[in-house]
């Protein structure tokens, strides 16, 4: 089921632009870009994930391993190669090649993820909140008002999440010591304790965070990582010539970052395809008053170059490690995946 709405999801984002802009308008602003500053923007986008693979090294510290970055960096990109042509599969492979390598809990691994994903959303959050500070009459005008109980409620939301997540074992441990089935057939008894099992060993994942003496490493690399995400757009504002016929800047660049990073969080397309393309769009037509074949030809530039480096640099690891990858476990979990949805 989850296939099928993703592919219909994607036809109708597709037809979407279809009926918005014809492929002879985008071609024809395209044909004005400047490539240079085009192809000068692949140097932040491989940085990022350079230093997201160091990032990740930091989160994986505790569980005694020091796994040089590089072998990381081939992992992320493996994970977004898969993310490319699937839904999200990539977190998943992403965990396994560290775990079948380095021979650490997978249980473990995957938690590092899902806690560079709330990281991630963190910041993407502060970002969002920025840009309401900077461009709120633009906001206003263009989304009629910004509700800010909704953004209480989401704070608030963040905050608890992240107590729980700081206090995973303890929470885990107390149920193990107080548990209810105790008293139960030992069969429910065996199943509550090999899940609360797997959550100690979830929360391992989260021990980086508890050590104060990181926090500011780990803050600082994570604005790092999302300062240089901003680079790309402005140097494809400046390829396409935004600066001058909009008036566009870096300011503006963070707020496109913002909506397309929600593009791409939240979309349940394989690599955010044809969602990405009319979300963006859109909230440029609204926001700056862009010309529509513009504002489609730099989703179009902005997804292209994001989507072919990581195929490229990511399809290139994967031929490289492709032995080293548990390939046994991956067709199982496509099984399963195929079988629930």
């Given at each position: 089921?989850?296939?099928?709405?993703?592919?219909?999801?994607?036809?109708?984002?597709?037809?979407?632009?279809?009926?918005?802009?014809?492929?002879?308008?985008?071609?024809?602003?395209?044909?004005?870009?400047?490539?240079?500053?085009?192809?000068?923007s692949?140097?932040?986008?491989?940085?990022?994930?350079?230093?997201?693979?160091?990032?990740?090294?930091?989160?994986?510290?505790p569980?005694?391993?020091?796994?040089?970055?590089?072998?990381?960096?081939?992992?992320?990109?493996?994970?977004?190669?898969?993310?490319?042509f699937?839904?999200?599969?990539?977190?998943?492979?992403?965990?396994?090649?560290?775990?079948?390598?380095?021979?650490?809990?997978?249980?473990?691994?995957?938690?590092?993820?899902?806690?560079?994903?709330?990281?991630?959303?963190?910041?993407?959050?502060?970002?969002?909140?920025?840009?309401?500070?900077?461009?709120?009459?633009?906001?206003?005008?263009?989304?009629?008002?910004?509700?800010?109980?909704?953004?209480?409620?989401?704070?608030?939301?963040?905050?608890?999440?992240?107590?729980?997540?700081?206090?995973?074992?303890?929470?885990s441990?107390?149920?193990?010591?107080?548990?209810?089935?105790?008293?139960?057939?030992?069969?429910?008894?065996?199943?509550?304790?090999?899940?609360?099992?797997?959550?100690l060993?979830?929360?391992?994942?989260?021990?980086?965070?508890?050590?104060?003496?990181?926090?500011?490493?780990?803050?600082?690399?994570?604005?790092?990582?999302?300062?240089?995400y901003?680079?790309?757009?402005?140097?494809?504002?400046?390829?396409m010539?935004?600066d001058?016929?909009?008036?566009?800047?870096f300011?503006?660049?963070?707020?496109?970052?913002?909506?397309?990073?929600?593009?791409?969080?939240?979309?349940?397309?394989?690599?955010?395809?044809?969602?990405?393309?009319?979300?963006?769009?859109?909230?440029?037509?609204?926001?700056?008053?862009?010309?529509?074949?513009?504002?489609?030809?730099?989703?179009?530039?902005?997804?292209?170059?994001?989507?072919?480096?990581?195929?490229?640099?990511?399809?290139?690891?994967?031929?490289?490690?492709?032995?080293?990858i548990?390939?046994?476990?991956?067709k199982?979990?496509?099984?399963?995946?195929?079988?629930?949805?």
């Amino acid at each position: 089921m989850k296939i099928v709405l993703s592919i219909l999801l994607l036809v109708v984002s597709v037809y979407y632009i279809f009926t918005q802009i014809t492929l002879s308008e985008i071609v024809n602003s395209l044909s004005n870009v400047n490539f240079f500053w085009i192809i000068l923007s692949l140097i932040p986008i491989f940085l990022s994930h350079w230093i997201r693979a160091y990032r990740w090294k930091m989160f994986l510290k505790p569980q005694n391993v020091d796994i040089p970055t590089s072998k990381l960096f081939s992992a992320v990109m493996i994970g977004y190669f898969f993310n490319a042509f699937t839904m999200r599969f990539g977190e998943i492979i992403r965990p396994m090649i560290i775990s079948n390598k380095e021979k650490i809990s997978l249980t473990a691994t995957t938690a590092t993820i899902f806690l560079e994903r709330i990281i991630d959303l963190i910041f993407l959050f502060l970002l969002f909140l920025f840009t309401i500070y900077v461009n709120k009459n633009l906001l206003e005008k263009a989304l009629t008002e910004i509700d800010t109980s909704q953004i209480i409620i989401f704070t608030a939301f963040l905050i608890v999440f992240m107590v729980i997540i700081l206090n995973f074992k303890r929470i885990s441990i107390f149920i193990k010591t107080n548990n209810p089935l105790k008293t139960k057939t030992s069969r429910l008894y065996k199943i509550s304790s090999w899940f609360n099992n797997k959550l100690l060993s979830f929360s391992e994942g989260f021990n980086s965070i508890k050590s104060p003496k990181i926090y500011f490493e780990l803050i600082l690399i994570s604005f790092l990582i999302w300062l240089i995400y901003v680079i790309p757009n402005y140097l494809i504002i400046l390829g396409m010539g935004f600066d001058t016929k909009y008036n566009l800047n870096f300011i503006d660049a963070i707020c496109i970052l913002v909506f397309s990073g929600l593009a791409i969080t939240f979309s349940p397309t394989p690599g955010a395809i044809g969602l990405y393309h009319a979300f963006v769009a859109k909230i440029l037509m609204m926001l700056y008053g862009i010309e529509r074949s513009d504002a489609f030809a730099f989703a179009v530039i902005t997804h292209f170059i994001n989507y072919i480096s990581q195929v490229a640099i990511g399809g290139y690891y994967f031929m490289v490690d492709k032995d080293s990858i548990d390939q046994n476990s991956i067709k199982n979990f496509i099984r399963k995946s195929k079988q629930t949805a």
